[in-house]
């Protein structure tokens, strides 16, 4: 299967400050890009849809001001969690596909822990 | 946002036994994807059902698509420890933009 790697795996940040999460597919271009946060015990929940060269399209009660997302290029998407709260601390995980009726690959996730 | 009736939310069993879950939705979904996900990474994808009715095996794993495109079931026989882990399922609607829809998960523990 094609590789979505997430970077970093793991990140910890003080209370009010910034931190970018980066997806990458490896071995193919993503016209599409998914954003899932997940707590613990819980399942995955969609975040937002990001193609490449638009704007995301969020769900609904995510913050767009707050999560911001960049889909600039066909292999990279990154999130950025801004004025990160500890409520904010999750699992952050990404998924990308070829095009629309293809199979989309997670990355291994990100880890984010505010405090 | 709206999830899948994914039962049992979790299961003990031994090594070498048969196991069975399933997802049940009030709505119509195109495609159902069973994932795993391990303790601190992403999920992978196990099976990915794509027509009403379908049955697809993969391994010791088996899968099927409800005829009324509104449940479908995973089973996985003669489990082994490595089999631990968190099981998934996801729903695909085209209508949605092609968004996975996931169940609640289903945590299976394996005893050696």
């Known amino acids: 299967g094609a590789v979505v790697s997430q970077h970093p795996s793991w990140v910890i940040c003080k209370s009010g400050t910034s931190v970018k999460i980066e997806c990458r597919s490896l071995d193919f271009q993503a016209t599409t890009m998914f954003w899932y946060r997940q707590f613990p015990k819980q399942s995955l929940m969609l975040m937002a849809t990001?193609?490449?060269?638009?704007?995301?399209?969020?769900e609904q009660g995510v913050e767009k001001d707050k999560f911001l997302i960049n889909h600039a290029s066909l292999t990279l998407s990154t999130l950025t969690v801004t004025s990160a709260h500890p409520e904010d601390s999750s699992f952050y995980i990404c998924?990308?596909?070829?095009?629309?009726?293809?199979?989309?690959?997670f990355g291994q996730g990100t880890r984010l822990t505010v405090v | 946002g709206q999830q899948l009736n994914q039962s049992p939310q979790s299961m003990f069993i031994q090594e070498g036994e048969d196991v069975s879950m399933n997802c049940t939705s009030s709505s119509i979904f195109n495609t159902w994807l069973w994932y795993k996900q391990d303790p601190g990474e992403g999920p992978v994808l196990l099976i990915a059902?794509?027509?009403?009715?379908e049955l697809t095996s993969n391994g010791r794993l088996t899968a099927q698509f409800g005829i009324t495109r509104k449940d479908s079931f995973l089973n996985i026989s003669a489990s082994i420890p490595s089999d631990v882990g968190i099981y998934f399922c996801a729903g695909q609607r085209e209508t949605s933009g092609s968004r996975l829809t996931f169940g609640e998960g289903t945590q299976l523990t394996v005893n050696p």
């Open positions: 998924s990308a596909r070829w095009q629309r009726n293809t199979e989309a690959f």
């Open positions: 990001s193609n490449e060269g638009s704007k995301a399209t969020y």
């Open positions: 059902l794509y027509k009403a009715g």
